[in-house]
């Protein structure tokens, strides 16, 4: 009992939810943005929590996101899918941030070029993008 209890105590001290979108440039880059901060700072300080385990309700999830300190969602575009699903969950975020309004990122579909010349997807992400991204979120979680 007494070691249950501990496990339940322990858990990341602030998590992420990011959209992971993959049909344009930007839910990508908030994605690999959101892993260069846990990277920077390691799992202690904060991880990527799972998105699509909040609307369908998985305890673990649910008890991790509550335990948290903050609770940063990242979106890359301004429909803000990763937001709505986590207030649709019954969270708030501590911070929102979205790649479009906060970093200028200009959104582009992947599929715009098939059928054409399709580049590797890696040519339409920015690594200045990611850079800014991941330096705004570490802010967010660093703020008090």
């Known amino acids: 009992m007494e070691e249950e209890k501990s496990q339940e105590m322990v858990s990341h001290e602030n998590v992420i939810f990011s959209c992971y979108g993959g049909f344009s440039n930007t839910g990508i880059t908030s994605a690999l943005a959101c892993l260069e901060v846990v990277k920077e700072l390691g799992l202690e300080k904060v991880c990527v929590g799972c998105l699509s385990a909040l609307p369908v309700g998985i305890k673990g999830v649910i ?32 911070k929102s941030i979205v790649l479009e309004r906060d970093i200028g990122m200009k959104k582009k579909a992947l599929n715009e070029d098939m059928g054409r010349d399709p580049k590797g997807i890696m040519e339409y992400i920015s690594e200045e993008d990611i850079k800014r991204a991941k330096e705004l979120i570490i802010k967010s979680l660093l703020e008090e």
């Open 63 to 94: 008890k991790k996101t509550k335990l948290a300190q903050k609770v940063i969602v990242g979106d890359g575009c301004n429909t803000q899918c990763a937001k709505k699903i986590l207030e649709n969950a019954g969270f708030k975020p501590t």
